[in-house]
């Protein structure tokens, strides 16, 4: 049976919630999960995978019921869905400027610039840079949506890759800035 893991680890404690998202099984089924923590005695705390429950009165009843071997899968699954997810950021990969156009200044010209860059051997067209009130800054390029407003085209889940694409962007503007 092939187990799809789509994880959150939330950046902040959230308590004994250590984070959250959904499995699939071949690709047919999908259901919520939580990773939680409780103290195992001596303050050793251990995590573990839990299934949709709800409240019936006084007591919890559990509404997905998963045999011993699917949970051990699943809680294995899991377990290497979040070591990718906390080292996914530890290497980040190369990011190359390809073409920058710098528009001329005006009045009311916000729109600074157009950069076109290359990261895992995909290049993207359109990432926008323009004068806000704090400074610079740029986005991805983007559609417009009737039921969800402006949507990036691409985007990184990781907000490192994010940051280290925009960081590279702006200091290639900076540096044009100067010649």
């Known amino acids: 049976m092939k187990i799809q893991v789509q994880l959150y680890l939330p950046d902040q404690n959230q308590g004994t919630v250590w984070g959250y998202g959904t499995i699939t099984l071949d690709q047919l089924l999908t259901f919520q999960i939580r990773i939680l923590t409780c103290e195992k005695g001596a303050g050793i705390k251990e995590a573990f995978v839990s ?8 007591r919890w009843e559990d509404l997905v019921i998963v045999e011993d071997s699917l949970r051990n899968q699943i809680t294995e699954a899991v377990r290497e869905a979040i070591q990718m997810e906390i080292t996914k950021d530890l290497y980040l990969p190369k ?12 009045k009311k010209n916000f729109l600074v610039g157009e950069a076109t860059i290359r990261v895992l051997g995909v290049t993207v067209k359109g990432i926008l840079l323009k004068q806000g009130k704090y400074g610079v800054f740029c986005h991805m390029p983007q559609y417009y ?6 949507q990036d085209v691409i985007y990184s889940p990781s907000k490192r890759l994010r940051d280290a694409i925009f960081q590279t962007v702006l200091e290639t503007y900076q540096e044009r800035q100067k010649e």
């Open 95 to 106: 990011i190359e400027v390809l073409h920058l156009q710098v528009f001329p200044k005006g």
């Open 145 to 150: 949506s009737e039921k969800k407003g402006y």
């Open 51 to 58: 299934f949709p429950r709800r409240k019936q009165g006084e």
